[in-house]
Nanobody, 115 residues
Framework: QVQLVESGGGLVQAGGSLRLSCAASGRGFSINAMGWFRQAPGKQRELVALSTSGSSTDYADSVKGRFTISRDNAKNTVYLQMNSLKPDDRGVYYC?????????WGQGTQVTVSS
């Protein structure tokens, strides 16, 4: 079993920045991929950024050039640096991890962007 704990959400003005962190804990696991999804009110959860064990990354088109995902494999931690935030970036951001065929989710952290 893997537990994911997020931190770093909050309220920011449009154009501002936030950094999200997610630490994975558990015993005897090797993470294949870690990343971030988000869910805005009334919308489906969507991929924001994903980092695989092969060091490849994938971003939603809407965040390319503004968001950067990074990982510290020694700490089983993933980060999401969010710059030039827009009101459309608001929502609950969920940390995601894939361990072999199992998927794990964090509890979510709220990001609010005021215009």
């Amino acid at each position: 079993q893997v537990q994911l704990v997020e931190s770093g959400g909050g309220l920011v003005q449009a154009g501002g920045s936030l950094r999200l962190s997610c630490a994975a804990s558990g015993r005897g696991f090797s993470i294949n991929a870690m990343g971030w999804f988000r869910q805005a009110p009334g919308k489906q959860r969507e991929l924001v950024a994903l980092s695989t064990s092969g060091s490849s990354t994938d971003y939603a088109d809407s965040v390319k050039g503004r968001f950067t995902i990074s990982r510290d494999n020694a700490k089983n931690t993933v980060y999401l640096q969010m710059n030039s935030l827009k009101p459309d970036d608001r929502g609950v951001y969920y940390c995601y991890a894939r361990v072999v065929l199992k998927q794990y989710w964090g509890q979510g952290t709220q990001v609010t962007v005021s215009s």
